[in-house]
């Protein structure tokens, strides 16, 4: 028994599954709203969180001896598949954040890497088929690793980062290569591109292979590229941010878990998943770590969508257009 | 005769005139797309460029005996009545600026205040009915000079900037005590409420006086809050920005042109309002100063809000909801 919200998409039907290959980390987050240590988070915790409201997920990662599991029950009863989730003897991967008054600049104040140095994906035989496919923010060539093993999803989206934009970028241009979908950050965005214009960074990522190029805004919202051209939406005015860390994860885990639920990848079905990844992502900021995610109900996510729609409708009313 | 768009909003009514008071600068911009001297600009005529496509404006400002007003000439020709703008002897009102790559951020390279250092508004006899007014960027003092010489208006909007936030903060919430509409950008939201959220920003603001707030965000958009809450539109994906000078003010320009032209402040006028400056604002961007907007159509803006239309919408298709 699973408390994941039924699946309206097609009358009923499961929703396919979804792969996550990511970190799982212990965070140690400063925000002008408080001091937390031990945070459950890493990029599969978080995009799992906001995924399994939409469909059942598959993660891939890896935790020491130190991690505290039971954190994780709540993804359980939303139906994850916590069987690719190795535990190694060490520590966890852990990661310090610290966040200015304006929550938009972060300083990294330590990074751990413990188990999660040596860490090699290996793909579960019942995760290969999903349809569904997220590879975090994790080395190109384990995202790579993770791309050879796994069969033709329909859709198979990454994140990345500037690290291994600036570290390995020909083992990055490989991954983007071969993916359907990439999210990444605007300030990302440009660096991969070498563009200072955003419009025309997508253009640029886009020519490099991925049919659907989504870039975060944080608070400003998302664009997304695909055949049928641009989708813009603003950002939801959040009043009280308490920590946004992961909510470019939760941002990811919406998107996909949109798809996957509804199960298409066309055009206004990745502009409503562009919605549902900013709806998620904003629930992500108003709790440390994943604690909105674990107690968020779908119908508390169809609620804020549907916010987004009339926060943003002008077309009634004002002088009549032919 | 003039060139200026027919009213279509209530069955070809003309649209009542908009007063704008502000500076009148030549500039020296330089721009990752290079560099011009003496460029006709400042608010009142980056203003009234856009607000002259909507409706017929009054321009009130100064300049020296070395502006070259031929090059207001499409004003003229677009109904905007220049007996405001006071020539004196002496130079004008000079401003430099130099954007880097990113065209976000930009440095003051000089201020030559010119005979704009004595500039103390005179609102002739034919102008203190207009039913919409703009007060630019200007000192408090003189906003509120010009407050107290206007008659009433259906709409009377500022804008202001850091230096007057900082300097003559009683002054200033003095003006926007008696306002109805203000437009700052987010960076002074922030600065003149003290909130680094802002969404809080613009609550502060709104419970100071103007009943309706509109922060602009340059390419990020721009967000209203009014009585029914509030109305976010992204900035529109501008390809190739030359010069953002007066984008701002263009904003303000196509924001009360609407307004004007179709003789209404309801929610929804606001709404689209608030789109026709941001399609305003992005075509400033298109050329130095106000060059894109001498040769600007209506049928040009028009297609540009529809534009917005079709990059923000994203009701149709996908799971469908109750």
Chains 1, 2 share one sequence.
């Not at 991690?67 to 069987?83: I, M």
């Not at 791309?147 to 970028?169: F, K, R």
């Not at 190029?213 to 950002?235: N, Q, R, Y």
């Not at 992500?284 to 169809?302: I, K, N, P, Q």
Request: hydrophobic share 40%.
């Amino acid at each position: 028994m699973t408390d994941r919200a039924p699946v309206d998409g097609d009358g009923g039907t499961p929703a396919a599954p979804i792969l996550v290959v990511g970190s799982v980390a212990l965070d140690e987050i400063s925000t002008p709203a408080g001091h937390r240590e031990g945070v459950v988070g890493g990029t599969a915790v978080n995009f799992s969180a906001a995924a399994s409201l939409f469909a059942p997920v598959q993660l891939v990662g890896v935790i020491g001896d130190d991690y505290p599991t039971d954190e994780l029950d709540f993804l359980l009863r939303r139906g994850a598949d916590l069987s690719g989730l190795e535990r190694r003897p060490g520590r966890s991967f852990r990661w310090g954040g610290f966040y200015r008054r304006d929550m938009n600049t972060r300083d990294t104040t330590f990074t751990e890497l413990g188990v999660f140095a040596d860490f090699h994906p290996t793909i579960p035989d019942a995760f290969r088929s999903a349809p569904w496919a997220f590879l975090g923010a994790i080395d190109p060539t384990l995202q790579l690793e993770v791309l050879d093993q796994i069969e033709s999803p329909v859709l198979a989206a990454c994140d990345t980062m500037n690290y291994w934009i600036e570290g390995t970028p020909e083992r990055l241009a490989d991954v983007i290569a071969r993916i359907d979908l990439i999210t990444l950050n605007d300030e990302e965005a440009k660096q991969l591109s070498g563009e200072y214009n955003l419009a025309r960074a997508a253009r640029w990522i886009r020519s490099r292979g991925p049919r659907h190029v989504v870039i975060k805004k944080g608070e400003h919202g998302a664009v997304l590229l695909t055949g049928d051209g641009f989708f813009l939406t603003p950002g939801f005015p959040l009043e009280n941010v308490v920590d946004p860390t992961g909510a470019g994860d939760a941002f990811a885990g919406g998107l996909l878990g949109h798809l996957a639920r509804c199960g298409s990848i066309t055009g206004p079905a990745l502009r409503r998943a562009v919605v549902y990844g900013c709806a998620l992502g904003s629930f992500a900021c108003e709790a440390f770590g994943a604690r909105r995610m674990a107690t968020l109900t779908m119908a508390e996510v169809e609620d804020r969508v549907r916010s987004f729609g009339v926060l943003t409708r002008f077309d009634e009313g004002g002088v009549t257009e032919t």
